[in-house]
């Protein structure tokens, strides 16, 4: 168990006030220099001390993908070349040997739009904070890190927990996405109710896929390991009435199909609604989607479970109704 918690930074503490805050000299940003591989040196020594040379991501998260372009407002969020696959490489569980998990920590010392936790079950934890704070905590003392870290000029604070680590929400049961759902989803696009997917695989970014009976094997073999599922109705080919929806103001979610047949979405304000009407006035079919959490509800959601039938993704979907109702009957059974 992790029983060794270590806050790692750059900043001295007798440059604190009476508040704890910092008040010295140092920036908030990495120097991209001697620094920023001290940084780096420290999680490693940690590593060695704690007897570990691969390292898990979990709860990855991106900046938001919501955009009229069709390439990410910033190439690669710091994960050009670290992964064979690209960014879908970048996933929860993904195992990296540590020379990736450290240059993932370098990404996220730069702010360069990825974030994850870095671990090993019950052994070791690193995961990067605001203004450059540094949490490790692993099963063992780790002095030799300790000492080694100083000698690197970084600071070490002993805390009784990270504030980063991951606290489980046990209420309510999370449903799978097992054979059972994409058996249900099936029957909701033979009857016409179900038609699109939106898949989160990371927290910010999402994908959308069109559900035909013909597509819908090619759709799941496709998804992120441990993604997100959301369940929505089939976009409505009365592209006037979508556009006469549009608010007056605030922010809303717009779902389209192109000619290509690729399901796209885009946030928008009513600054950028000139745009986004000439995106839909070209489209096939297209819907409006509340970004209020009360009003956003879809048809029913589930999260992908290892290819051994084990949920081990940590994040949680709303439950719907339809969730609810499945969850009274598998408590039942």
């Known amino acids: 168990m992790l029983t060794y918690f270590y806050c790692v930074t750059k900043y001295d503490p007798s440059d604190r006030d009476e508040h704890g805050s910092y008040t010295g000299p ?20 940690f590593a060695e001390d704690t007897g570990i040379d691969h390292l898990a991501v979990r709860e990855p998260q991106g900046p938001s ?18 992964f064979p696959t690209g960014l879908t490489g970048f996933h929860d569980g993904a195992e990296v040997p540590l020379e990736i998990g450290l240059e993932l920590v370098r990404a996220m010392l730069r702010d360069n739009g990825a974030w994850c936790r870095l671990e090993v079950e019950d052994t070791f934890a690193a995961h990067v904070g605001w203004d450059q704070y540094l949490y490790i905590s692993s099963s063992r003392p780790c002095v030799d890190a ?16 990270s504030p980063y680590s991951f606290e489980e929400d046990e209420e309510g049961i999370q449903r799978p ?3 059972d759902f994409w058996t249900c989803l099936r029957r909701a696009v033979v009857d016409g109710v179900a038609g699109i ?7 910010g970014a999402t994908r959308w896929h069109h559900l035909t009976v013909d597509t819908i094997s090619t759709v799941r073999a ?8 959301e369940v929505w109705p089939p976009l409505t080919p009365d592209i006037e009435a979508v556009l006469a929806a549009l608010p007056a103001e605030g922010l809303i979610e717009a779902v389209w199909q192109d000619d290509a047949g690729r399901i796209l979405s ?7 609604f000139l745009e986004l009407t000439a995106r839909i006035s070209s489209a096939s079919a297209a819907a409006l989607l509340s970004i209020s959490a009360d009003e956003r509800v879809p048809l029913f959601t589930a999260v992908m479970p290892d290819e051994d039938g084990v949920l081990r993704a940590r994040w949680r979907t709303e ?5 609810r109702h499945w969850a009274l009957h598998h408590h039942q059974g």
């Open 177 to 179: 996405g097992d054979d």
């Open 266 to 272: 885009a946030i928008a304000t009513e600054d950028d």
């Open 222 to 229: 496709e998804l992120a390991p441990r993604a997100r599922l």
């Open 65 to 82: 993908l919501a955009h009229f372009g069709v390439e990410p407002p910033v190439d690669g969020f710091g994960l050009d070349g670290l």
């Open 26 to 45: 140092a920036d908030t940003v990495s120097d991209h220099g001697e620094v920023e591989a001290a940084y780096l040196q420290a999680v490693a020594a």
């Open 319 to 323: 439950p719907t109704p339809n969730d």
């Open 146 to 161: 300790l000492a080694r870290t100083r000698d690197l000029g970084l600071f070490v604070e002993r805390m009784d927990a």
């Open 197 to 203: 997917l939106e898949e989160t695989y990371l927290e």
